[in-house]
């Protein structure tokens, strides 16, 4: 029986944290294809997961690094997605934002999955995420 109420906690719980989850976005693969004329590979952008979200700023601690002579501001939060439909999500995958009910303005906001974070019994994929401006 204890094994029934894990599952019933479970689902009730995924359930609940996908409720939450009112933004929608796009998370893709860059895949490099054959050289082309340039010399240089061909890529495309592959989509991995499109759908709900929800992104998580757990602080607000900003690090500035020097990329290619440019000061970008960088933040770690987190980009929650629901564990069922998302499993192909990788590190260094790419994401934006396609819709952000709760702050327009997020829409088109950018950046890398900057790790995984694997847990038994999740009710929510919960990804350390990068996003530069």
Known sequence: HAVNMFSGALSMGR???EGR???RVRVF???LG???EDGNPTVTD???YVGKCRLVLRSSVVRDVDAQSQLLAIQQPELHLPVAGSSEVKNADRF???ESEGDPSLV???GVVAGMFPHTGSTA???PVEVSS
Do not use: E, Y
Request: proline letters at 4%; zero cysteines; a positive charge.
């Open 125 to 127: 994929r919960r990804l």
């Open 46 to 48: 592959s989509d991995v």
């Open 34 to 36: 054959p050289i082309g």
């Open 108 to 110: 088109g906001l950018s």
């Open 15 to 17: 359930f609940w944290a």
């Open 21 to 23: 989850m009112s933004d």
């Open 29 to 31: 693969r860059r895949v």
């Open 96 to 98: 934006v934002l396609l």
